[in-house]
């Protein structure tokens, strides 16, 4: 049974300007401080507006795993994490300036296909999505607790 990718999205409007919030999280270990499953971010590569990065997170009941990547930006505009194994992983954090605030939305894929195989299938990806939703919500409530 081939299910399609669980997609989860959260939003926040943060008292701070998108400079002040690109500068914490232009910094890829910063992620390690604000998001509840990633335990390190190591830096592999910098160039440009580019990494490569290696994380180690924990997902439940599948354990602590780590997951190379690249991360991509737009000064002041998105951050985007994408990994491919051995889970397929993509985090786009867009920062959209609302007077002297900022709307921060994370949207989360993630495919357990790669790393679970045929019994990826059996869970259903809004059972994915509704484990996702409360740590986008924290890495949120983090990154404005670091940057207002």
Do not use: K
Not at 32 to 54: F, H, M
Not at 106 to 122: H, K, Q, R, Y
Request: charged share 20%.
């Amino acid at each position: 049974m081939q299910r399609s990718p669980a997609t989860a999205e959260c939003s926040r409007l943060i008292h701070a300007l998108p400079t002040a919030i690109f500068t914490f999280m232009a910094e890829p270990r910063n992620l390690a401080a604000i998001l509840p499953r990633v335990q390190r971010v190591e830096v592999l590569r910098r160039v440009g507006n580019t990494a490569r990065v290696r994380t180690h997170m924990t997902i439940g009941p599948i354990g602590t795993f780590a997951a190379e990547g690249d991360v991509y930006w737009q000064t002041e505009r998105e951050l985007c994490f994408r990994a491919t194994q051995p889970v397929l992983v993509e985090s786009r954090w867009t920062l959209v300036p609302e007077a002297a605030n900022t709307r921060v939305t994370i949207t989360m894929t993630l495919d357990l296909t790669p790393m679970l195989g045929p019994l990826a299938g059996f869970i259903p990806p809004s059972s994915i999505a509704a484990l996702i939703v409360p740590d986008l919500d924290t890495a949120l409530a983090a990154l404005a607790r670091r940057v207002e």
